[in-house]
Structure formats: structure tokens, C-alpha cells
């Protein structure tokens, strides 16, 4: 079939095939070079506050409003989508009751004639200026694709909204012919501005950092106006919002409700973080989309008109567009601000260096001075530079940690967008978040409220504050020192090292000495270790108030680390570094920081980065869990299992079960239980809690009752890999892991169920698991020169890890098992019955050479030789030298060697 358009014809293919949707619905197209996603938001916001279904087709997203209040979001890769894709979405907004459609229509969709044969009740357009001059040839190709629009795509009596006359002061002539083209062609002009024939009027306005107050008159009416958008250039967005109301005929109160609602587009002149809800000591931060010289220079002039001490911005520009832009818009930045930063943008597939330096070529004339990054904590007020920081993430943090609380710091280019492209590729990446995460950080008045101390900061200048540290022999710069004390040291002897180091604020005990003058923050607090518990459990309130994030419990009396360590490789197979989310999606458990004071280190990094936190719990003693859980406040909790660990302490197994129980009932009411049905006593303790439970068992049906997760066809192989089938369901997935034991089955079990109630699925479970390394010093797989195998199990013991181990040292031995055994520490009464015990398994398990050390060491020789064992085969040391020296000696003997497996 021959058409004189192809492009045209396939835009009608398209609406034919979805049924020319665009006849149900009025649409109302927004085209323009700057402002059309806040008009969008802007109008879509009036719309539902008229009570209407509204559709938006744009640059951030397609949505429609939904049947529960909310809206239906459809991803986008364009501002207007080609024709099947935006058939097919007009069709889903029309079967679902929208009857107003606002359309983003940019001058690509327009003159690849992607909209086709569309037709629109109402047209505006925002401004024109330079862009996409890397596709059209020049400005009059670009205004001729924009004018297409109202000279091709609206109805009969379709209205245009325009710029009045006298808000028009540059490109006059273009301006003239966008008025006799749409009178041409359109029903109607409505124009807009502060001329008195202007349909909608501005009579006065008043605006501010947090809000524009706005006199109007509207379809005749006197209209008081208060909007949440301020600037200049926003004013343009609300009026010309205004006149597409005017024209649809929507009521003039509809309109205050609907513009007093807003807040607009993201990233456009957004503001991060509001000091009403969260008072900071940090700058007003703005984020805007402004990539472009003029879109540049409005946000800019907008924002120096405001109310503020300096003015920083940080920006670039993209790769593989129009070249000509960026010396304009280096010199446009150097104008209005007194801190420039120059970073990356989107570099594509160009030189990222190259952008620069074109960027630097237009900062030359400005006055502005080429400095170097620590020129910015030399500064005083009033010095003006520019400073190269092409990561944007350390751009970002330098401009708003160098600011102080009177500035502004605008971050200009990428908006709303949540990636940055390069020859990397699409990574994931956020200005605002970025932006939030720094604001969020520590200040003195948060720590003083987090640590629940008193402050002294008198002549003191306020600001932003690094991390918690409690090691002065690493005390990050301008960090904060919690001086900690115990039986053997005392954090407060420190003081004047951290002061050094430049530390910024200091936590101390109520009477410690402080030298004077005191040139940072002092907060003063009863116990210095609560107070580290404290300010770690308001960071996890303060973050959890700004994101949606998981934080995950676990606790037993083994397989803590390893459970932690394959939830953690699970995670970060649900939450992959990439386009989507950031390298560190997945906070976890440094080492086995899971104390009192471990477990506050470990959570204290938590950012909005995080999409969850994986934490170890341990303990010794009644309470402690209690106040772990305090701190951290899990959304999911696991007790792995209860065995005879820290019976010096805990008295018994009941005891135990008790302790470890403080997990389960101190998570909150919506929080998700995870319980090993193969253990009776956490089986026996889950059940007098009303949270959501997700079950695991080895075993499948326990007591009659089906576990939402089970195993079937394990298979321990000999080269340290066990396979097996995971179900959940009717859902089922072959799991492989690179580890040694059996119990090990037991533990992916429980990463698995705490995964899955995460919102993991069973493939990146699997892959998770696959991913899942052995942990340092617990079942490492170890070759000796000798050539034998080592099990490295050495990080810590009780009974049921004690058993575990000797059971995959039978496994994993060939022809010879050596054992080398030391202490089980803090079983109390229980201790010599313990050992004793052991060594009855060694025996049963037929290890072939064992050797004990310890004050235990007999007790385990006594439990041997009853079992049955030589006495030739299991030999007593005192000394850990003697022990090296006898498995020398059985290597020189050739007793040992391939084939041999010694734990």
C-alpha cells in the first residue's frame, strides 16, 4: 500500500486499531519550550478539584486518575509517546471513565507526526526559546513544528491560550505570527498577562521562598490567589493555567482550590526538604529541570529576586546535544550566583571534560574565578568563584554543606529525572534524594534531640554535620564524637585528639571536662552509651518519616551472621545497582556489630539510598534484645532458632527462649513475624502474637499445618554445593549454594521467608542465594599447602553450632576427619555437661584424630573415649602451639593429606 505520509498514515493504523479513543475524551494540549509540565500538574490539580477524571500524557509520567483516589501511573520514555504507545494509553484513560486529557506535546511528537489525526479542545502555548537545536536546524524550523499544533490539531472551534501582547518582550515577530496563525486557525484566542485586555489579568503579586500571593482577574472576577510556586516564571505557569480554565469554562473557585493545592511538577524549582516540618541548619535547596540557556536564566533570576544571603548553584550540561548552549549557559550561571559549580549532567556518549570546558569558555568575561575545591571551606562571606566538580554527587555535597542556613543552593539540569546517562550507562541517580540525604544529615539540635542531651553551642556557627563516630583513632572530619566509657577505657581522655582531627560536635557525660574555649556543639548526656543507642534510633525515625525502607530483625542462638549475610545477597538481587536503584540499596551489619553498641554503629548509616536494612541481634542477658528492638524497630523479625547458648547468664533453654522471645514481642503490631516451625520452642513463643507470620520447615508440614516455605530433594555434593528445591505456594525455584553444611539448608530457609516477606520473588531469591559467600571465620572453605581441606569455624561456639560443625566436618572429610576443639564460653552450671556431650558426638561421628584445648578440655575427652573412641585418637593440649605442633607431626606421618578435612 502506497501513502503519500507514512508517519501520518501509521498514526491513524494506531487509532484505528485501539478505536480512535481520542472521540471519547477532551483534550487539551500544552506545547511551549519551558513550563509544560507544570502547567500539566497544575491543570490536573484544578481538574480533580472540579471534580473531573483527569488523564496527563508527559515528561515525567502518563497517569489517569484511578477509582481509589489515586493515580495510575504508565511509565514514559517520551514527553509525547509514539503513536501505538499513545493510542493505547488514551484508549486505557477512556475505559476507565477520564474525561480530560492533558497533553504535553512537543515538537519532536509534532513533527515526527506522531499525534496523527489527534484534535484538541483547547491549545496553550508557554514561551519559546533555544533547544533541540541538535534536531531542528534552527529556531524557525523549531517554531514551525510548535505552530503545526494549532494549525493542524485542533477542533473546528478549537481555542488557543496565549501570552498577552504586552508580556512578550523578545521575539517579537515570532510572537506575531503565533497570534495570526491561531487566529487563522482557531475558534478563539484567550491571552493572558497584565494588559487590560488580557482574558486572564495579573493586577498585583507578592512572592516569597515559600509561597506567591496573587491578585488576578478571572473570567471577569476578582480572584485572590495564594500558590505554593514561586517566581517570576511560575506566574507565567499559574496565568497560563488560568487561561486553559478560562477556556474550558471551569468555575473560577475550582480554579483558587485547585492552584492553592499544587505544588506543582517535580524538579521543577522544587524545594527539598521543608523547614516548617524539619527546622535544619542547613540551606534552602531548590531543584530544577532548567537545561536550557533561557529556562536557565528565568530560574536564576527568580531566585536571586528571593529573600536570601548567597546564591550556589550547581549545574552541566548534556552530552550529545546542542554545543552551543553551554558557554551561554555558563555565563548566565556566573551572573546571578556567587557559587557556581560546574558538574556532569548526562555526558552520553561525549568527553564529560569536554562539556566543561565549553561550559568554562562562557565563564571567562563573568568576573567569577576558577577555584579550588577547599577555596569553598576557606570562603568568607562574599567571595565569589567557580569550582569543577564533575561527580554530581560530590558537587552536590559541597555546595550544600559549603552554604549556610540564609542561602540557596539551586541544583539545575535534571529535575525529576532518576538517572544520570554516560558511557556507563543508565545508573541510577536523583538530585532531589541526593540532595534530601544531605539535608537529613546531622545538625546540633538533632543530635542533641536524638541523644536526649542539652546543648551548648554558644558562638558556635550552625550547619550540617558529618557522621557518628565512637573511635577517635578515626574520627571523620566535622563528625560527631560519642565519647563511650567502660571498665577498661574512657572515650572523654580523647577529647583533644578528636578536636584535632577537626571533629564537629562532642557527646559527653554529664562532669566530663571540655576544653575551653569550646569551638564546636557539646551536647551533655547521663550515659553516653544509651545516648548512642538513642541517636541511632532517631535516625531510623527521621529516615523511615522521608522514605519507604525495610528494616529487618534477626536474632538466634546460631546462623545469625549467615541468615544476615544471604538476606543481604538476596536484597541486593531485589534492588540491583543499576538504572533504578543505587549501588548501596542494602544497609547490613557491620561484621557482627550486634550488640548494644555494635548494632547503633551499624544502623547509624542508614540514608535514603536504602530500600532496607538487614541487622543482627545478639545478646547474653534478659533485656538487651528488649532495647535493640527499641532502637531499630524491625518491620520484619526472624528468631532463627533457641538453643543452650549464654546459659551462664540465661539459666536455661527456657531462659533462652525468653530472651530471644523480646524480639517477637517487641515489633510492632504491622510488623511481619518470621518463624522457624522446625524449632518447637520458637514454634511454641509465635504463637502468642497476632502479627502476620510467614512459617519456614526443612520438613514441609509440621504439627498438620503447611509453612508458607519448604524444601524438597536436598542434595549435599561433595565440592561444596547443596541443592535443593525451594517451594513457596504453588511457586517453586532449584536453589544452588556454594556452601558446606547441612544446617545451611535451614538457614537460606530463613533468608528465604525473610525475603519473601520483603517483597522478594523466588528467582531473585535463588540468584541471591547462588550469590551467598560463607562469612569470614564461620565454615570457611580453606586449602592447606598440604593439600588438605580447612574448615575456618573459629568465630564463636555453643552446643548446636559445635554439633553443625562436626557434622559437615564428616561430610566435607574423604578418607581422614581431624577436629581441633576449644571452649564453649558462658554455659554457666551446664558447661561440663556440655562438653562432655561433645565429646560423645566426636565419637559417634567417628572423627578420626581430635585434639581439645580448654578448661573443658577433659570433660570432652571423657564424653569421647565413653562413645567408644581410641584413646590414641583424641590427645589433650594446654598450650595452642602444642595442638600446631601435633598436626605438623600428623602431616610429616602422611596421615594427613588429599582427602583429609580438618575443622
Not at 312 to 319: A, E
Not at 410 to 433: M, V
Not at 607 to 620: I, T
Not at 758 to 784: C, H, Q, V, W
Request: aromatic share 6%.
Amino acid at each position: 500500500m502506497e501513502v503519500e505520509d507514512s508517519s501520518r498514515a501509521y498514526g491513524l493504523v494506531a487509532a484505528n486499531y485501539f478505536g480512535n479513543p481520542a472521540d471519547q475524551l477532551t483534550l487539551i494540549g500544552v506545547t511551549g519550550t519551558n513550563g509544560k509540565t507544570t502547567v500539566a500538574y497544575l491543570l490536573e490539580s484544578v481538574l480533580l478539584e472540579a471534580g473531573y477524571k483527569v488523564g496527563v500524557i508527559g515528561t515525567v509520567n502518563n497517569r489517569y486518575s484511578g477509582d481509589n483516589g489515586k493515580s495510575v501511573i504508565l511509565e514514559t520514555r517520551f514527553t509525547t509517546p509514539e503513536a501505538m504507545v499513545l493510542q493505547k494509553v488514551l484508549r486505557e484513560m477512556a475505559d476507565n471513565g477520564v474525561s480530560f486529557v492533558i497533553m504535553e506535546v512537543s515538537s519532536h511528537a509534532l513533527s515526527q507526526k506522531r499525534i496523527s489525526n489527534i484534535r484538541f479542545r483547547t491549545a496553550a502555548f508557554t514561551n519559546l526559546s533555544r533547544d533541540h537545536l541538535d534536531y531542528h536546524k534552527d529556531m524557525k524550523e523549531y517554531f514551525e513544528a510548535k505552530l503545526s499544533l494549532f494549525r493542524e490539531h485542533l477542533e473546528d472551534e478549537g481555542i488557543a491560550v496565549l501570552p498577552g501582547k504586552s508580556w512578550v518582550e523578545r521575539e517579537a515577530d515570532l510572537y506575531g505570527e503565533l497570534v495570526r496563525t491561531c487566529e487563522d486557525n482557531c475558534g478563539k484566542n484567550v491571552y493572558w498577562g497584565d494588559g487590560e485586555k488580557d482574558d486572564v489579568r495579573l493586577i498585583g503579586f507578592r512572592t516569597r521562598l515559600e509561597e506567591t500571593l496573587m491578585d488576578l482577574i478571572l473570567a471577569g472576577n476578582p480572584v485572590k490567589l495564594k500558590s505554593k510556586l514561586v517566581g517570576g516564571f511560575n506566574m507565567d505557569n499559574v496565568l497560563t493555567t488560568c487561561g486553559l480554565c478560562h477556556a474550558l469554562e471551569i468555575d473560577p473557585d475550582s480554579v483558587r482550590r485547585g492552584l492553592m493545592k499544587s505544588t506543582g511538577a517535580p524538579g521543577r524549582l522544587e524545594r527539598v526538604m521543608d523547614r516548617a516540618e524539619d527546622p535544619l541548619d542547613g540551606p534552602v535547596v531548590l531543584v530544577d529541570y532548567a537545561h536550557t540557556p533561557d529556562a536557565l536564566e528565568h530560574v536564576l533570576e527568580t531566585v536571586a529576586a528571593l529573600p536570601h544571603g548567597e546564591l550556589f548553584c550547581v549545574f552541566g550540561c548534556g552530552g550529545d546535544r546542542d554545543n552551543g548552549k553551554r558557554p551561554l549557559m555558563g555565563e548566565i550561571a556566573c551572573r546571578f550566583s556567587d557559587v557556581v559549580l560546574i558538574t556532569d549532567d548526562n555526558p552520553r556518549t561525549e568527553d564529560p571534560e569536554l562539556i566543561v570546558k565549553q561550559i568554562l569558555e562562557g565563564t571567562e568575561e563573568s568576573g567569577l574565578e576558577p577555584r579550588e575545591q577547599a577555596w569553598l571551606g576557606e570562603r568568607q562571606r562574599g567571595d565569589r568563584g567557580i569550582v569543577v566538580e564533575r561527580d554530581r554527587r560530590k558537587a552536590i555535597r559541597l555546595a550544600i554543606t559549603s552554604a549556610g542556613p540564609e542561602d540557596v543552593v539551586l541544583i539545575a539540569g535534571k529535575g525529576h529525572e532518576t538517572y544520570q546517562l554516560s558511557l556507563r550507562g543508565r545508573q541510577f541517580f536523583d538530585d532531589r534524594l541526593e540532595a534530601e540525604n544531605i539535608l537529613s544529615s546531622w545538625t546540633p539540635l538533632r543530635v542533641a534531640r536524638g541523644a536526649r542531651g542539652k546543648l551548648r553551642s554558644a558562638g558556635v556557627r550552625p550547619g550540617l554535620l558529618g557522621p557518628v563516630s565512637t573511635d577517635s583513632r578515626q574520627m571523620p572530619e566535622n563528625g560527631i564524637f560519642v565519647a563511650l566509657k567502660g571498665e577498661h577505657f574512657d572515650g572523654h581522655r580523647f577529647v583533644d585528639q578528636v578536636l584535632e582531627k577537626k571533629c564537629g560536635c562532642l557527646v559527653l557525660e554529664k562532669g566530663a571536662p571540655v576544653p575551653e574555649p569550646t569551638v564546636v556543639p557539646v551536647i551533655r548526656v547521663e550515659d553516653t552509651a544509651r545516648a548512642l543507642g538513642d541517636l541511632a534510633a532517631y535516625r531510623r525515625r527521621q529516615v523511615s518519616r522521608l522514605c519507604e525502607q525495610t528494616v529487618i530483625g534477626i536474632t538466634g542462638s546460631c546462623g545469625k551472621t549467615t541468615v544476615k549475610e544471604m538476606v543481604s545477597a538476596i536484597l541486593k538481587r531485589k534492588w540491583p545497582a543499576g538504572p533504578n536503584h543505587t549501588e548501596n540499596s542494602v544497609l547490613k551489619t557491620k561484621g557482627n556489630f550486634n550488640n548494644l553498641i555494635g548494632l547503633p554503629l551499624s544502623l547509624l548509616p542508614l540514608d535514603l539510598n536504602h530500600r532496607a536494612a538487614v541487622l543482627e541481634m545478639g545478646m547474653n542477658q534478659p533485656g538487651e534484645l528488649r532495647r535493640l528492638v527499641e532502637i531499630a524497630d524491625p518491620d520484619i523479625s526472624c528468631i532463627i532458632n533457641v538453643h543452650g547458648a549464654h546459659l551462664e547468664k540465661l539459666g536455661s533453654l527456657e531462659g533462652v527462649a525468653r530472651a530471644k522471645e523480646e524480639l517477637f514481642a517487641g515489633t510492632r503490631s504491622d510488623g511481619i513475624l518470621v518463624v522457624n516451625l522446625d524449632d518447637p520452642l520458637v514454634r511454641k513463643l509465635s504463637a502468642k502474637y497476632g502479627q502476620r507470620k510467614i512459617g519456614f520447615s526443612v520438613s514441609g508440614q509440621v504439627a498438620g499445618a503447611q509453612p508458607d516455605l519448604w524444601t524438597s530433594d536436598i542434595n549435599l555434593e561433595d565440592k561444596g554445593v547443596i541443592t535443593f528445591t525451594l517451594h513457596c505456594g504453588t511457586e517453586q525455584e532449584d536453589i544452588h549454594l556454594y556452601t558446606l553444611g547441612e544446617h545451611n539448608v535451614g538457614n537460606s530457609l530463613a533468608a528465604a521467608a525473610i525475603a519473601k516477606a520483603a517483597g522478594a520473588g523466588l528467582s531473585e531469591i535463588a540468584a541471591g542465594l547462588a550469590d551467598f559467600r560463607a562469612p569470614d571465620r564461620r565454615m570457611e572453605i580453606l586449602k592447606t599447602a598440604g593439600g588438605y581441606g580447612l574448615l575456618n569455624d573459629t568465630y564463636n561456639a555453643n552446643p548446636a553450632s559445635m554439633a553443625t560443625g562436626l557434622k559437615t566436618l564428616r561430610q566435607a572429610a574423604g578418607r581422614c576427619a581431624v577436629a581441633v576443639l576449644g571452649d564453649m564460653l558462658e554455659l554457666g552450671e551446664s558447661a561440663a555437661e556440655a562438653h562432655f556431650e561433645l565429646g560423645r558426638l566426636v565419637a559417634e561421628l567417628d572423627i578420626d584424630h581430635v585434639a581439645v584445648l580448654g578448661e573443658f578440655r577433659d570433660e570432652v575427652r571423657k564424653g569421647a573415649l565413653s562413645g567408644g573412641m581410641a584413646e590414641d585418637a583424641i590427645k589433650v593440649f594446654v598450650e595452642k602451639k602444642e595442638a600446631v605442633a601435633w598436626v605438623e607431626k600428623l602431616t610429616d606421618e602422611k596421615k594427613l593429606g588429599p582427602g583429609t578435612c580438618c575443622w
